[in-house]
């Protein structure tokens, strides 16, 4: 799979996922971490948020550094 060369690191971190900027694809199933909208690797639209609502708003990214 393509996708394990963008697989998040940091198992060890509890929860808190998507805040730290890292994406689900529904598809490989795996957390990675990418800027984009859609998988690297299959090409599937990321989840960047735990819930999914029928908003399309436009998320804001919160860019804490
Ligand atoms: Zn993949
Ligand atoms: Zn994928």
Known sequence: M???KY???GNSIGGG???Q???RCPECEVFIEWEG???PC???ML???PRAKKLKHKLSLSRTR
Request: glycine fraction near 10%.
């Open 21 to 23: 900027g890292q994406k």
């Open 42 to 44: 299959c090409g599937r």
């Open 37 to 39: 909208l859609w998988c």
């Open 17 to 19: 996922r998507y805040e």
């Open 7 to 9: 697989m998040a690191k």
């Open 2 to 4: 393509a996708c394990t």
């Open 47 to 49: 989840r960047s948020k």
